[in-house]
């Protein structure tokens, strides 16, 4: 089992200072480093951390052997290295990656070595990881709040509602801002196609910390040609993209909204595409900002959970989308464009649904010229809403119509209507 250690000039060789203990040193299952003199110096690393870390030059500055080892550890090792009184740390996270590219979690200590009596000639650093314990309590984490995304989502009400409870929990629990995007049922806009259209989010979740900044705004500007998003989005899988690179220009095009983003500190962005049968219907967007950690690769795994469960309220949210566009029109249809102009009669009419929810129904108006002296009116109030009530309607005010314009009286007419309602 091999281990690394280096002489540096004018203070001494290392491993000489071991003696009997060498043996104990490079075996322990611990990871150790030495670090020599008041610039901490890199002189050892036993075989534990050979393993862990992999080879690092020696002879440097521990920060420049270890990059991204976190600064409050640098303070640690000047005061224990200018006092010779040892210190021993919690779990931490090191900022350090492990050879797989992992973020390490040890539980560590740093006590000075040298002669009795006189300044210590370095430092010691010793640490158990405890990568493995960490990543099953973030798994465990996780886990959890995927049931609760999971009870939240089947208790709404409707699909809409269902897509506001993810938003709601996903902030603060997991980020700072959380956005779903359905996209239109023709899959054209935002998704590259010659004038794509911006798309407003479905919902949106900001958390509390960020409310002075109001919500997030809409996007606004009309692209001319494919962005970057398409490409995030072609993939289907979760992507997550630095805001400092990358969003400021190529992805937050809008600048109220790269204002906006900026402002609330963004670290980084989670971008997560709803698919169903390898089809885009959405996206869910979250953003870390402020003090929150940025997401790391090993969030994705999750996202793809959560992207799983949101599709289906995206789909059914899409599929009402549709039925209200073809609601709306079946209204529309039934309802004349403008009052028939007929001799010696003033037409008007007016038509306002009693509540919004119910702005779809079927409900008519109409007025026949049956000869030069009758006039057929007809008025059909639906009790219901949607397709279905508006097919129902629009067979009745044909029915009214061909009655009306064949001579028969109000009392034949509904008679005909009644007998055709109860068929129907």
């Given at each position: 089992?091999?281990?690394?250690?280096?002489?540096?000039?004018?203070?001494?060789?290392?491993?000489?200072?071991?003696?009997?203990?060498?043996?104990?040193?490079?075996?322990?299952?611990?990871?150790?480093?030495?670090?020599?003199?008041?610039?901490?110096?890199?002189?050892?690393?036993?075989?534990?951390?050979?393993?862990?870390?992999?080879?690092?030059?020696?002879?440097?500055?521990?920060?420049?052997?270890?990059?991204?080892?976190?600064?409050?550890?640098?303070?640690?090792?000047d005061g224990v290295f200018a006092t010779g009184e040892?210190?021993?740390?919690?779990?931490?996270?090191?900022?350090?990656?492990?050879?797989?590219?992992?973020?390490?979690?040890?539980?560590?200590?740093?006590?000075?070595?040298?002669?009795?009596?006189?300044?210590?000639?370095?430092?010691?650093?010793?640490?158990?990881?405890?990568?493995?314990?960490?990543?099953?309590?973030?798994?465990?984490?996780?886990?959890?709040?995927?049931?609760?995304?999971?009870?939240?989502?089947?208790?709404?009400?409707?699909?809409?509602?269902?897509?506001?409870?993810?938003?709601?929990?996903?902030?603060p629990e997991l980020a700072d801002v959380a956005a779903?995007?359905?996209?239109?049922?023709?899959?054209?806009?935002?998704?590259?196609?010659?004038?794509?259209?911006?798309?407003?989010?479905?919902?949106?979740?900001?958390?509390?910390?960020?409310?002075?900044?109001?919500?997030?705004?809409?996007?606004?500007?009309?692209?001319?040609?494919?962005?970057?998003?398409?490409?995030?989005?072609?993939?289907?899988?979760?992507?997550?993209?630095?805001?400092?690179?990358?969003?400021?220009?190529?992805?937050?095009?809008?600048?109220?909204?790269?204002?906006?983003?900026?402002?609330?500190?963004?670290?980084?962005?989670?971008?997560?595409?709803?698919?169903?049968?390898?089809?885009?219907?959405?996206?869910?967007?979250?953003?870390?900002?402020?003090?929150?950690?940025?997401?790391?690769?090993?969030?994705?795994?999750?996202?793809?959970?959560?992207?799983?469960?949101?599709?289906?309220?995206?789909?059914?949210?899409?599929?009402?989308?549709?039925?209200?566009?073809?609601?709306?029109?079946?209204?529309?249809?039934?309802?004349?464009?403008?009052?028939?102009r007929i001799p010696g009669l003033r037409v008007a009419?007016?038509?306002?649904?009693?509540?919004?929810?119910?702005?779809?129904?079927?409900?008519?108006?109409?007025?026949?010229?049956?000869?030069?002296?009758?006039?057929?009116?007809?008025?059909?109030?639906?009790?219901?809403?949607?397709?279905?009530?508006?097919?129902?309607?629009?067979?009745?005010?044909?029915?009214?119509?061909?009655?009306?314009?064949?001579?028969?009286?109000?009392?034949?007419?509904?008679?005909?209507?009644?007998?055709?309602?109860?068929?129907?």
């Open positions: 089992m091999s281990t690394q250690e280096a002489s540096v000039s004018g203070i001494g060789d290392f491993p000489a200072a071991l003696g009997p203990f060498r043996a104990a040193w490079d075996t322990s299952p611990a990871s150790i480093i030495a670090l020599s003199g008041p610039r901490h110096l890199l002189v050892y690393q036993n075989a534990a951390s050979l393993a862990l870390f992999g080879a690092r030059p020696l002879g440097v500055p521990v920060e420049q052997a270890f990059c991204g080892v976190l600064p409050g550890t640098l303070g640690e090792l040892p210190v021993r740390g919690d779990r931490v996270r090191a900022g350090i990656r492990d050879l797989g590219g992992g973020e390490v979690n040890l539980r560590y200590s740093i006590a000075p070595y040298g002669p009795p009596g006189v300044p210590p000639d370095g430092v010691v650093v010793t640490g158990v990881d405890l990568s493995g314990e960490a990543r099953a309590e973030v798994a465990s984490h996780w886990a959890r709040l995927l049931v609760r995304l999971t009870e939240r989502i089947n208790a709404a009400a409707d699909p809409a509602s269902a897509l506001r409870a993810l938003t709601e929990v996903l902030v779903v995007y359905v996209l239109p049922d023709d899959g054209e806009s935002g998704t590259g196609g010659p004038r794509a259209e911006p798309v407003a989010p479905e919902t949106v979740a900001v958390a509390a910390g960020l409310a002075r900044l109001g919500p997030p705004p809409t996007p606004s500007v009309v692209r001319e040609h494919p962005s970057r998003w398409d490409e995030l989005f072609a993939s289907g899988i979760p992507v997550l993209v630095p805001f400092e690179t990358e969003v400021q220009g190529e992805l937050a095009a809008d600048p109220a909204a790269r204002a906006w983003l900026a402002a609330a500190g963004a670290r980084n962005l989670a971008v997560v595409p709803l698919t169903v049968a390898g089809r885009l219907i959405g996206a869910l967007l979250l953003v870390s900002a402020g003090d929150r950690r940025p997401f790391t690769e090993a969030i994705v795994p999750f996202l793809t959970d959560v992207a799983a469960r949101a599709g289906s309220a995206v789909v059914q949210v899409r599929q009402n989308r549709l039925q209200a566009e073809v609601s709306q029109q079946l209204q529309q249809a039934l309802l004349p464009a403008a009052p028939p009419a007016r038509y306002v649904a009693g509540a919004p929810e119910v702005d779809v129904g079927g409900d008519w108006w109409d007025v026949v010229r049956v000869d030069e002296r009758h006039v057929s009116i007809g008025v059909g109030d639906v009790s219901g809403r949607g397709v279905e009530a508006a097919i129902v309607m629009g067979q009745a005010r044909a029915a009214m119509r061909t009655a009306g314009l064949a001579g028969l009286g109000p009392a034949q007419v509904l008679g005909l209507l009644d007998r055709q309602v109860r068929d129907l």
